[in-house]
């Protein structure tokens, strides 16, 4: 009889409604028998009991899992090596909740951003800086509103509109923004490092040892 193999490409960080974890849950599974994934699909890896808690899963209790409800097979795991399953809300924030969570995160960066600026220029002194320049240039002071504050505003306005590659709701170009993929990055810190710290405690959902 050939051997079937099935293959499995586990995420890092997944979320579930639910108070079980199936294996369904925790990436992908492919194999050339549909009945062998759908029995697969099935396997219950564990349990998550409160809302907001977190289970570190290692493939080897997967793979264990499924070689011993399916015996004969072989597993291949092209993902990650440890998944971190997070059991959240089943029903969705309300959406007065979303508006002022939004609005209040874009205050702060936005007047955040404001006196971050205004305190650089006002530590360089550019307002002294373009009056010497102005003065140099035309002979006569500037009174505050020429063309290089113009220009100035204008450059600082499209500079950071290209650096955050966003126009209101819209991209610029295809390419992640800088906090995506300082997001991206801080989750994979996360991650690891409750992968880790479950390692270390012996919290990890793993063969036995």
């Known amino acids: 009889m050939e051997q079937k193999t099935l293959y499995i490409k586990l995420e890092k960080n997944v979320e579930i409604t639910s108070e079980d974890i199936f294996l369904k849950d925790l990436g992908s599974i492919y194999c050339e028998d549909d009945n062998i994934v759908n029995k697969c699909k099935c396997i219950k890896i564990g349990k998550l009991r409160d809302v907001n808690s977190r289970k570190i899963i290692s493939v080897m209790k997967i793979i264990e899992l499924i070689t011993s409800q399916q015996p004969g097979i072989q597993v291949e795991n092209i993902g990650e090596p440890d998944v971190v399953a997070e059991r959240i809300e089943r029903e969705k924030t309300k959406k007065w909740k979303e508006i002022v969570k939004i609005s209040f995160v874009a205050g702060i960066s936005f007047f955040g951003t404001a006196f971050t600026i205004m305190a ?90």
């Open 120 to 209: 650089f220029h006002n530590d360089i002194g550019i307002i002294k800086l373009f009056n010497g320049i102005h003065t140099m240039i035309t002979g006569v002071e500037s009174n505050g509103y020429s063309i290089m504050e113009i220009a100035y505003s204008i450059g600082l306005t499209a500079g950071i509109v290209i650096f955050f590659n966003h126009i209101g709701g819209k991209r610029i170009t295809k390419d992640p923004t800088p906090i995506e993929v300082e997001m991206r990055i801080y989750e994979d810190e996360v991650n690891q490092t409750l992968i880790d710290s479950a390692d270390r405690l012996h919290l990890e959902i793993d063969t036995d040892k």
